[in-house]
């Protein structure tokens, strides 16, 4: 387990890293949820990999996350209009 002091307090950087906490609730739960509302999965891959860039970004890697989220973005939006469906 990798564990990292953060405010005089131990994280786990691998299981809840802190750029990944919003409260109550973690992205992948986040995530899972919103995947919920596609039938694609191969678009809600991408949508789910914007989301969390999305999260992160003023966390961690800042404009490169929103970036990274535009790509992913774009990706959702070619396969939406490959397939014609969400």
């Not at 131990?10 to 409260?23: A, E, L, N, R």
């Not at 919103?34 to 989301?51: E, I, M, Q, W």
């Not at 999260?55 to 996350?65: F, Q, V």
């Amino acid at each position: 387990m990798i564990m990292t002091i953060i405010s005089n307090q131990k994280v786990d950087m691998v299981k809840q890293p802190p750029h990944y906490q919003f409260g109550i609730f973690t992205a992948n739960v986040i995530i899972e949820a919103v995947g919920k509302t596609y039938k694609s999965a191969s678009v809600f891959y991408h949508v789910g990999n914007a989301l969390k860039y999305l999260m992160r970004a003023p966390r961690k890697n800042g404009l490169e996350d929103l970036k990274k989220a535009k790509e992913s973005v774009d990706m959702a939006i070619n396969v939406w209009d490959t397939k014609n469906d969400n």
